[in-house]
């Protein structure tokens, strides 16, 4: 299990700088303006080859902006995300507490630094904004909190960060990486709370091994199940749809992405749930995102087809096409986990999109599509020049990885990777799984080297010493 890294602080202390450059991405928005962020941020991140889920949360502030407190709905605002930090507070295995070095402490720091020592979780006290500044005076001021592990960082310079997660994570273990095709096949049943993931792996283990329930959340933990399809074992993880980890406002449960990122980190195959009688929603499109981004493969289950009609099936696959482009490689499958409609076309689908993750791709072969590639539709000119591809070779499995060496690799657009990666994918039939490219330039040897003079040059010289010398003596 990766451990659970959460960002906590008031408001414009840079904890959403510090998310986007752990995630490397720009997920989590970023401004001058206190409160951008209303809802958690969930990420995965890698610190000195340390894997860890990174949560960014609201700013906490006892004391609401001006602003906020004209309205009562502005109120209702800032109190929900203030209460959305504090359940993921509860549950980080680390909390990293966030303080402004440039602003210095306030009441509102003293106050947030007694809640994060009530939660009895391991803290390190990051001190941010230091960087141009003398570090004992700015640490000087924060010790008054009295955080026993504390560090001055920059988190838009990426100062201190290294030393930071290194000691915060010291006491998970490392993470023990499976070795490529070795285990069995591990499936991660993905989805929004309430879409039938419980149901789907009781009616592929034919019986009701997992409690079903209309209630969204009924599912408390990830689950793991051993099962037999055709003489071969799987393991299916069903991940908590909703987790009561404490309650808010109105009763309401809070979705869990933790889990599903602990499943996807672990799992081979991706089985991603959706329910046909809500069409695809936001969240359905970020937990794809992450599928994505993570290189698993997948098969998307539309569950419930059961309760549509003809037209509604037509609107929903359109859906599918316009929301889930990028996810054009899976097979999408229109099922009733309830009926068991279709229910006996998941577990080959499942076994095409492993054994695509793993496909050994011959060198020999890689070059002759590369070839052909770049003979039907060449690269584009730039500057006047051809981009020039050579030769490819597989960089790696799960997912797919094709390295293409060339010139002017750095500037080949988008388009045309994904013009590549569709090439390769058709070619080797690679269904249900990502194909990464990657690009390498080829050096020039006599790039930075001077040029050895020539025997003409030799000459003239020395013809130009002997004249100073003779001009001079």
Known sequence: ????????????????TLFNRLTKSRDALVGEAPGLTRDRQYGIATVNNK????????????RPTESAARSKKNMT??????????????????????????????????????TVRELGRPVWLAVNKTEGRDTDVVMSDAYSLGMEKQIAISASHGNGLSELFENALAMFPDQVQEEAGEGLPRIAVIGRPNVGKST???????????????????????????????????????????RRRSKVEQGIEQFSVVQSLQALNSANVIIMVMDAS?????????????????????????????????????????????????????AVLLLSAKKGTRLEQLIPNVDRAYGSAFKDLGTSRLNTVLEKAVTATPPPMVKGRRIKLKF???????????????????????????????????????????????????RNPFEGRKQAPTQRQKKRQRRQKRRMKKKYT
């Open 278 to 330: 809500e069409s695809i929603t936001d969240q359905d499109v970020t937990l794809a995102g992450h599928v994505l981004e993570h290189g698993k493969s997948i098969v998307i289950a539309i569950n419930k087809i059961d309760l549509l009609n003809r037209e509604g099936k037509e609107h929903l696959l359109s859906e599918i096409d316009r929301r889930l482009p990028f996810m054009n490689y899976a």
């Open 51 to 62: 894997k860890f889920i990174v949560v960014d949360t609201a700013g906490i502030n006892e």
């Open 200 to 242: 789907l792996i009781n009616a592929l283990l034919k019986e009701e091994r997992l409690v079903v329930f209309d209630q969204p959340g009924t599912t408390r933990d990830c689950v793991e199940v051993n099962f037999r399809h055709n003489d071969r074992d799987y393991i299916l993880i069903d991940t908590a749809g909703m």
């Open 392 to 442: 490819a070779h597989q960089g790696g499995k799960n997912p797919p990885t094709i390295i293409v060496h060339g010139n002017q690799t750095k500037v080949i657009p988008d388009s045309y990777r994904r013009y590549l990666a569709n090439s390769f994918r058709k070619a080797f039939d690679l269904e249900g799984t990502p194909v990464r490219l990657a690009f390498k330039q080829g």
């Open 77 to 114: 605002v800032v109190r929900r995300a203030m209460q959305q930090s504090l359940m993921a507070m509860q549950e980080a295995d680390v909390v990293i507490f966030m303080v402004d070095g440039k602003l210095g402490l306030n009441s509102a720091d003293y106050e947030l630094a007694q």
């Open 1 to 16: 299990m990766l451990p659970v890294v959460v960002l906590v602080g008031q408001p414009n202390v840079g904890k959403s």
